[in-house]
Every structure is written in structure tokens, then in C-alpha cells.
């Protein structure tokens, strides 16, 4: 088993920046694909970023492309979840996840999550 616990969220005023951390427990993630989703009150949850076992893959949803950075070091079992220019429409939780399946972008995919952590983005 491996337990994920995200912190780093907060509130932000529009243009502004957070880092979200994922840190792991219970066995290693290096071998795994990591991944963070959001969701949003009403909505479902979304795909935001994925990063591969080696960090030398990564796939974006487009509506944070060029904004967000994922990247991990698994010397300390922790990945990061790097957002700039935040935008209102980021507001939501956000997710940590692993698999150790495939490279994939649907949430039931991911066997381990962790608890959220709240981002909000003011105008």
C-alpha cells in the first residue's frame, strides 16, 4: 500500500503562483505513473498533469499548459505540482494520484489518491 498527503494549497489572487507537494508513504513511487487531478464543486474530476516513473514524461491538460509544472523527486518519495499565472477557473481540489499500471489520463485508472487539497483563485 502507499498513502499520498498534498499540502501547498491556499488562496491566491489571480496571476499568482502555487507549488502543490504530494509526499508518499508506505513504498516507494519511483516505479510509478503520478499524476494530479482537480475538481471542481458540480464538476467532475479533471485531468491536470501526469509525470512518468523517470521524470522524463509528461502530459498536460490543455487548460494548463504553459502555466503548470510537474515534476518529481523520488530521492524523497515527493512530487510537486508547480502553478503560475493561476486563473479563478483553477479553484478547486487538487489530487494527488499514483498508478502503477500505464501512462493515463482517466481517473479510474488510479489505484492510490490522496485527501485534496484546496486551491482558490480570487479575482
Known amino acids: 500500500q502507499v498513502q499520498l498527503v498534498e499540502s501547498g494549497g491556499g488562496l491566491v489572487q489571480a496571476g499568482g503562483s502555487l507549488r502543490l507537494s504530494c509526499a508518499a508513504s508506505?513504498?516507494?513511487?519511483?516505479?510509478?505513473?503520478v499524476a494530479w487531478f482537480r475538481q471542481a464543486p458540480g464538476k467532475e474530476r479533471q485531468f491536470v498533469a501526469l509525470?512518468?516513473?523517470?521524470?522524463?514524461?509528461?502530459n498536460y491538460a490543455t487548460s494548463v499548459k504553459g502555466r503548470f509544472t510537474i515534476s518529481r523527486d523520488n530521492a524523497k518519495n515527493t512530487m510537486y505540482l508547480q502553478m503560475n499565472s493561476l486563473k479563478p477557473e483553477d479553484t478547486a481540489v487538487y489530487y494527488c494520484?499514483?498508478?502503477?499500471?500505464?501512462?493515463?489520463?482517466?481517473?479510474?485508472?488510479?489505484?492510490?489518491w490522496g485527501q485534496g487539497t484546496q486551491v482558490t483563485v480570487s479575482s
Open positions: 509525470i512518468g516513473a523517470s521524470g522524463g514524461f509528461t
Open positions: 494520484a499514483a498508478t502503477l499500471v500505464f501512462n493515463t489520463r482517466s481517473a479510474q485508472d488510479y489505484s492510490y
Open positions: 508506505g513504498r516507494p513511487i519511483s516505479g510509478s505513473i
